[in-house]
C-alpha cells in the first residue's frame, strides 16, 4: 500500500488504527472482542514503528542515520522502563491500556511535522512535491539547491529513475523482486532469518525477565536501563567498527549468556544470573538497533519497504514463538526449553552473517 500511497499516509493509517484500538481493549466486554482489537493494535504496530524507520532513513543522508537509529532505539528502552513502572502499580488492565495508549494521540501532531520520503517521492517521479520538501529543508539550513536538481543525482535514486524510463509506468515492485537476483536473493534470505531470531530473542527476555532468576518486574524494568548505554556503545562503535561486527557480537554475546546459564548450579548467587540476563539483554538490544540500521541499507530504495515489511512480518513470528517457548514451554519443561533455542539460533544467526553478508 505504501508503494502506491506513499510512506506517509501509510504511517497516520496505522496510528489511528493503534490510537483505535489501544483505547477499545480498555472497554471490550467480551474475550473476542478484546482479542479482535488486540490484534488490531498488533497489526498497527509494523505501520507505525518500521515505516517510521523508513521514513527516517530516506529523509536523512548516511552521515545522520546511524543517530536517528539510535535515539530511537533510546526511546523503546525508555518507553519499556515507564511501562514496568507502571504495571507495578496501575495493576487493573483496563486502566492500563488507557495509560499506554493516551501518549499516542500526539501522534497526530506528527502529520505537520514529517514530510514524505523524499526518495519515494523520487522514485516515483514526483519531481516537484520533493522539490517543494528540499527547497524548505534547504532554506532552514542556510543552503542553495541547484535547479533540477534530480538530474545530478547518483546513486541508487540515479540509476532507478534512469530504470523507470525504460520500464512501463505500470510496473510495480513486489515481492518476489527481494529473490530476483542472486545478491540481493541472498541478503533477503538471510536478513529473513535474523528479523525473528532477533525479535524472538528481545520479546522472550522481555517477557520473562525473571527466566534466569530475580523479581519479574525489577528485571524488566532493569532491562530496560541496561538498554541505554549498550546503544550508546553502539552509537560510538557503529561507524568505527560497522554495522556486520555490532551484529555478529550482539548475537554471540546473547547466544553465549543465555547457554552459560546452563552452566550455574541453583545455589550460586542470584546475581550471577542476573547479571547473565542484564548482558544478553543488552547485547540482543544493540542488535536490534544494528540490524534496524544494517537492514535499509541492503535493498534499493524501489524495494526497501517491502523488504523492511516483509522483516517485520517475519519478526513477528519470533515474537509470537517467544511467548509459546515463556509461557507454556518453559513454565511447563524448565527453563533450559528457552535457553537453549535462544541461544543456538542467536549464535547460529551470527555465523550466517559471517558467512553471506
Not at 522481555?206 to 530475580?214: P, V
Not at 530496560?224 to 555478529?248: H, K, N, Q, S, T
Request: with cysteine; hydrophobic share 50%.
Amino acid at each position: 500500500l505504501n508503494l502506491r500511497i506513499g510512506r506517509k499516509k501509510c504511517f497516520f493509517i496505522a496510528i489511528f488504527l493503534q490510537i483505535v484500538c489501544g483505547f477499545a481493549q480498555s472497554v471490550a466486554t467480551t474475550w473476542w472482542l478484546y482479542a479482535l482489537v488486540r490484534a488490531g493494535t498488533g497489526f498497527s504496530h509494523p505501520g507505525a514503528s518500521v515505516i517510521a524507520v523508513v521514513i527516517g532513513t530516506e529523509l536523512m543522508g548516511p552521515k545522520y542515520r546511524k543517530l536517528a537509529s539510535i535515539s530511537t532505539a533510546t526511546c523503546m528502552a525508555l518507553g519499556q522502563c515507564i511501562l514496568g513502572t507502571i504495571a507495578m502499580f496501575l495493576t487493573d488492565y483496563q486502566w492500563l491500556h488507557v495509560a499506554i495508549t493516551a501518549p499516542s494521540l500526539l501522534f497526530i501532531s506528527y502529520w505537520w511535522l514529517v514530510h514524505e520520503s523524499v526518495r519515494w517521492l523520487v522514485t516515483t517521479r514526483r519531481f516537484t512535491k520533493a522539490d517543494h520538501i528540499l527547497q524548505h529543508a534547504a532554506k532552514v539550513n542556510g543552503v542553495t539547491l541547484p535547479d533540477q536538481w534530480w538530474n545530478l543525482l547518483d546513486g541508487e535514486e540515479k540509476t532507478e529513475k534512469d530504470a523507470s524510463r525504460k520500464e512501463k509506468p505500470s510496473a510495480k515492485p513486489s515481492i518476489l523482486d527481494l529473490l530476483r537476483t542472486p545478491v540481493l536473493r541472498r541478503r533477503s534470505l538471510v536478513v529473513f532469518y535474523l528479523w525473528p531470531v532477533v525479535s524472538m530473542v528481545y520479546y522472550g527476555l522481555s517477557m520473562k525477565s525473571d527466566i534466569l532468576g530475580g523479581d519479574l518486574y525489577v528485571n524488566f524494568i532493569i532491562g530496560g536501563l541496561i538498554e541505554m548505554p549498550a546503544l550508546f556503545l553502539v552509537y560510538l562503535l557503529l561507524d568505527r567498527l560497522g554495522r556486520r561486527p555490532i551484529i555478529v557480537g550482539g548475537y554471540s554475546l546473547a547466544g553465549i549468556c543465555l547457554l552459560s546459564n546452563l552452566l550455574i548450579s541453583e545455589t550460586a548467587p542470584r546475581w550471577i544470573a542476573i547479571v547473565q540476563l542484564l548482558i544478553s539483554r543488552g547485547s540482543i538490544s544493540a542488535t536490534y538497533t544494528g540490524i534496524y540500521a544494517f537492514t535499509p541499507e541492503l535493498f534499493p530504495t524501489t524495494v526497501r519497504n517491502t523488504g523492511m515489511g516483509v522483516c517485520s512480518t517475519i519478526a513477528r513470528v519470533g515474537a509470537i514463538s517467544a511467548s509459546y517457548i515463556c509461557f507454556w514451554i518453559a513454565d511447563r519443561y524448565g527453563k533450559a526449553w528457552m535457553i537453549i533455542p535462544f541461544g543456538g539460533m542467536s549464535i547460529l544467526a551470527a555465523i550466517l552473517i559471517l558467512i553471506f553478508l
